[in-house]
């Protein structure tokens, strides 16, 4: 399993609008996409620069992961997602060299991908995520 690209950088904010303006009108990027993933309890803004897509991450529930980050760290990056051939395979050979897991098996996320992710402690505070379509 390589990566072969990055394929988002995830960022926690309180507010997708608010954040959308300073991507849009400072750096001056195009929202392409807003979207609400229920079952992760999180709402989704994403940018293209280059090959890169910027997600940004607005909590619908005070449970969901994305709150918890927020009211632990405060808005920043969340995590750092890399396109995989398959999410399942990528996260199975990480735990094989060993990796602790978010995901033991993939699940859908934004955009339609099948997303899994590895746990901070064992990728040096990096919350990882691989990406797969």
Known sequence: MKPTYIEHI???VNSIEEAKTYFE???????????????????????MIGQTKIELLEATSP?????????KRGQGIHHLAFAVENTDEALQNAESKGITLIDKQ????????????LHPKSTFGVLTEFCSK
Do not use: M
């Open 10 to 12: 995830g960022i926690a």
């Open 25 to 47: 009108s400072v750096l001056g990027l195009e929202c392409y996409s807003v979207e609400e993933v229920a079952d992760q309890k999180v709402k989704t803004a994403f940018f």
């Open 63 to 71: 449970e969901s992961p994305v709150a918890k980050f927020i009211e």
């Open 106 to 117: 993939s699940r859908k996320g934004a955009e339609g991908l099948t997303i899994g992710f």
